[in-house]
């Protein structure tokens, strides 16, 4: 079941590419944009996470924090932001706990019969942990809708 906008955003405790430790909670006081993408190295999700490192002084300026959910391991994360020159926090999800926990992964991922791969997702959670924009993508060539998150945290200043 999808969590629901103005319910409490799931707590995480996720392996950064840096190997620290970085929570939810970390974020409390900040608007925060939370990216679920399937995996590191592959097309859409580098065009994904490419806008958001393109993007950044945007979601500065809103007072938004970014993170990138995978469940890779944050070996793999740390060489694709650093391949990338990305400019926000990779978190691992490699136990697919905040995957699970955000109804972001899928049971079978649509290729390569692999299963437990996080669905393409993103949620905007307000300085008091508050879900204020949620959005599961249906097939994952698909990208979140950028202009909706930007707009919701236009509305969060």
């Known amino acids: 079941m999808a969590i629901a906008v103005g319910t409490k955003a799931p707590e995480f405790s996720l392996v950064a590419d840096n190997k620290e430790t970085v929570k939810l909670s970390d974020y409390q006081g900040?608007?925060?944009?939370?990216?679920?993408?399937?995996?590191?190295?592959?097309?859409?999700?580098?065009?994904?996470?490419?806008?958001m490192r393109d993007d950044?002084?945007?979601?500065?300026?809103?007072?938004a924090d970014i993170v990138a959910i995978s469940v890779d391991s944050p070996f793999v994360l740390e060489n694709f932001k650093k391949d990338q020159s990305l400019n926000f926090t990779l978190l691992s999800d490699f136990n697919k706990t905040a995957?699970?926990?955000?109804?972001?992964i899928y049971e079978e991922f649509p290729a390569f019969g692999m299963k437990g791969v996080s669905k393409r997702s993103a949620f905007v959670v307000d300085k008091d942990g508050?879900?204020?924009?949620?959005?599961?993508?249906?097939?994952?060539?698909?990208?979140?809708?950028?202009?909706?998150?930007?707009?919701?945290?236009?509305?969060?200043?």
């Open 30 to 51: 900040k608007n925060l944009v939370i990216l679920f993408f399937p995996l590191a190295y592959t097309g859409i999700c580098t065009t994904e996470l490419c806008t």
């Open 56 to 63: 950044i002084a945007n979601y500065t300026d809103m007072n």
């Open 99 to 104: 995957s699970t926990d955000y109804d972001s």
């Open 130 to 157: 508050i879900v204020k924009y949620q959005e599961i993508c249906a097939s994952p060539g698909d990208l979140p809708d950028f202009n909706a998150i930007k707009e919701t945290l236009s509305q969060l200043k």
